[in-house]
């Protein structure tokens, strides 16, 4: 276990990265921040030269690797670091120097267990991509294929592992301030990043995400996921189909080669509900150097590739997201309302009426405009003084979602800027809640869960009969007397967590080293 020392020295030197590029200047002058955090970040700027304009994206690249997918998440989280620095992170580039090719050699190699050349033809040493969790090389397999090599950056897992610790450590201590502090859940946001990078981590992973995509997307007309090579693919690399193609971030391009960027516009956005709706199952990471279009005007195809971040909505969420999406296109703010309060998203204590209300001076501003005149900061602020209003907690298993819908909304503007979001989503929307809430699906519903039922009525007698044996059988056992275990062994679970909780020294000498003492005093007071 890290002791606290070596977590409070991490968060100092983090902290002068974020000094030196102005990033602290905010959570500082924030009303909403803790004292205790206030005064950390003080301390941390000490001496520091900061930069007139603030540079969170910058600052979170120059700390490492897994404060890049802090960053990434944050993005996510205006109401967490505000609309500008979320703003700022979302330009994040995931890209940090190459590694030596001769590292790359290395893990490839012993992961099959075989030679470089017995696995491709060739094998550009040069990687088209470098990012913070691996790297991709461009190749050619002994059969003649063109494929992309992705490779896990060595030490990569031991180095994320080691900041998520002090990232954990860090949000606890935040979140048990209390307040708006623990509102928003911080601890909540280091565990989706845990989460989600744990499983970019694995490049089977990822490997199966892209083969699961696309099955759902199969019948989808315009969509496709490069093809996996499953034999040159193990938890450390990644070997899938090489698209060549123009990347959907070249608008210039893509006009200049003849496609319909208003149809692309409208494919994507419907492509992305197909998936979070239809599926449950999404690409999560569609910023525009994921995406590529190919094929001849007229017969544009929208590729994806980085399947490592992707998010899962189980079916009764898809229903409420399906029915707050069309309740805001047709203003239906009652049922919306009425939404968040079945889904115990707004404490009981709230009204819906009042809650309608507040939808409704948020929604009625956005209807029936496009998104170029859309003030998005005006909405954001909306809706977070909706969630401060009426206590409610940040839900986490729809933080990717929200990430995704503000990247896919990013790049349907730069294809038209005319776009309107409720429009194009509105009639699939409606669609697909015939199909799922109409008489017939509730009739089909009904019967497979009452076949379900019934086919489980066999294991549960066999159940019943096990835990009410018939006489005759063997007698249960009697109870044991307790022995006290020499050692301390017998002791039970919260005594020897109050013992081996009692290492209170490390924070003294955290005040010592790190001059933090009026923090942790502030903060042992409160925990009293």
Known sequence: MIRPTTHVWRLLKWGRVLARHGALRGIENDRNAPLPVKRLCRLARFGARQSDEPDYAGAFEAIGPAAIKLGQALATRPDLVGEGPARNLLSLQDNLPPVDFALIRGRVEDSFGRTLEDLFESFDETPVGAASIAQVHRAVTREGRQVAVKVLRPGIREQFNRDVETYEWAAAHLEVLGGEAARLRPRAVIANLKRWTLRELDLRREAASASELAEAMRAVEGYRVPAIDWDRTTGQVLTLEWIDGIKMSNVDALREAGHDLRALAH???????????????????????????????????????????????????RLWLAEILYGLTTGNYRRVAEIHFEAQYVPSYHTVEEFATALRAVGEPMRGKPVSELSVGQMLDGLFAITRDFDMQVQPHLLLLQKTMVMVEGLATALDPEINMWDVAGPFVKEWIRDELGPEAMIADRIHEDLDTLMRLPALVRRIEERFPPKGAAPEQAPLPEIDLVLGLGRDKSQRRKRDGNHWGGYILAAAVGGIAAWAGTFWQMMG
């Open 267 to 317: 494919r994507l956005v419907l492509t992305f509900l197909k998936q979070a709706i239809s599926s449950g199952f999404f690409h999560a990471d569609m910023h525009q150097g994921n995406l590529f279009v190919q094929g001849e005007p007229g017969e544009s195809t929208i590729v994806a590739i980085d399947f490592g971040i992707m998010g899962r909505i189980n079916r009764q969420a």
